[in-house]
């Protein structure tokens, strides 16, 4: 029984959708990339003193100029000179500091991010089924990268920016009250009004920025699965419900753009108005002095300059602000899958199989629902023993359970109730990465990668030679028509193997089965996609390492199971008969109908 994959992760805007996930409430999410950025203190720091020294520079160029509007008249030329080349000094250091901070600010954001998303990738490879019937596999791809991409922008750039235009404030604001308090205090009765928009549409900013990455999420995961299944879509002419459908996730992320440029093009608007008319204000305040004979001109110069550097400080912050805001619900997205639940874990302190291991397979009164149908049960009260070596076959009506078995040996899931064991342990007392470099599996969906032929199969057992590789390729009647490609074993098979028919993907499977040389084999219907003459050279194969082997084989053609020491009857989740092709046959029941219906009435499995 397959699992299914309808179950999936409610669309963004969807009833339900911002229930199902906790939205950011403000920017402090963003404290969870602290773990990934405390290995690289050291290049913090140093970017943080590139930054200080580089706002400290720029504060310091309105003195020089104060220095040389005032006494632009004297008559000593040499204090003047000193002046102009102190500025050029300031603006050489500023130059240089700049360029430091951007280079490891930018280097940080670039090690940070790559961290990530190799932490994210690590937590999902290793998640089991049950969390992929929850969440579509491009929206996972999408938390990868674009969310990833927007954390490096911020951090390769935008938290710099803001860390120095908040010094820039404040170092601005401390060297404007030492020029002039009287008209610091007028500026400081403008930032209330620039601080106010700010918390209101910054929230609202927020929640669209989480819900327009949820849809872009949403486009990349309906396109990733239109285009997995291309042929299927073309076959039943379905293109353009595709397109219709794809196009409508599209331009509703498109629209939530928009909303969400227009707040942040609204509050920028607010933010620079009402910054820049508060300079206007001064200045002519400033200027009524210096005619006033109380204000000279350079010192209301340098007052301007502060004014304007305090101005640009706040604008740039109102930009960054709404780049964190992004930033927070991408961080937020991330977070989830690094904390998300897995059902099925390796225990704390896990057991040690016996080596050698023998292969021997128990089912104790096992009970289990997949979580996408919970009403349904797959397994009812299953007890099955098998000894090592033994070849045991599992047979009956689609949705009978005998898939759900392969899937409990390989611990994909846990039983609700009972439990399954390899030479008398209990899988869930055994790391999973232990016990299942013991099995090899060949799945009824050939798994083929974009790679070479040579490297698909060796995927069974990464350090085989090429000898080994050919020699599995051959056991599985694969060598034929691998060495009759382009480039032969080098030749590259295309994306999910479309360059091969189904049953040379099938053979490429069973070899990479055959080359993993494990004490149990699983075939889930292995010559389900084969032709009469490939099937069988391939059962020839399959009888012969199915030899001092625990092998179980799922089939719907009673042809390929004949041979097997038992065969295992089931239905409703349940064994209903065992024993020889014979002795089923001679009993009549559900195995005497599917061979009568095979064998005798010609609806055979070729």
Known sequence: MARSTTARTAQPGAPGATEDRARSRKIGVLKALWPFMRPYKLMMAGALLALVLTAAMTLTLPLAVRRVVDHFRIEDGTLL????????????????GTGIRYALVTRLGERVVADIRKAVF?????MSPEFYERIMTGEVLSRITTDTTLIQSVLGSSVSIALRNALMFVGGLVLMLLTSAKLTGMVLLIIPLVVVPILILGRRLRK????????????????GEALSAVQTVQAFTHEAASRSRFGDIT???YNVSVRRIRTRAVLTVIVIFLVFAGIVGVLWMGAN?????TMTEGTLIQFVIYSVIMAGSVAALSEIMAELQRAAGATERLVELLAVDDTVLDPSTPRTLSRPVQGAIGFEDVTFRYPSRPETVALDGLSLSVVPGETVAFVGPSGAGKTTVIQMILRFYDPEAGRVTLDGVDLRQ???GDFRQHVALVPQDPVIFAATARENIRFGRPDATDAEVEAAARAAAAHDFISALPD???AYVGERGVMLSGGQKQRIAIARAILRDAPVLLLDEATSALDAESERAVQQAVDELSAGRTTLIVAHRLATVKKADRIVVMDAGRIVAQ????ELVGQGGLYARLARLQFTDGVAAE
Do not use: C, K
């Open 122 to 126: 690590n937590r999902v490879i290793g």
């Open 289 to 293: 002095a210096v005619r006033a004979g």
């Open 251 to 253: 331009e509703t992320s």
């Open 208 to 223: 669209i920025s989480r819900e327009n990455q949820d849809w872009i999420a949403a486009s990349s995961g309906n396109a």
């Open 430 to 432: 055994v790391a999973r």
């Open 579 to 582: 024993g020889t092709h014979d």
């Open 81 to 96: 000179d000193q002046y102009f080349l102190a500025a050029l000094g300031i603006a050489a250091v500023l130059a240089a």
């Open 488 to 490: 032969g074993y080098d």
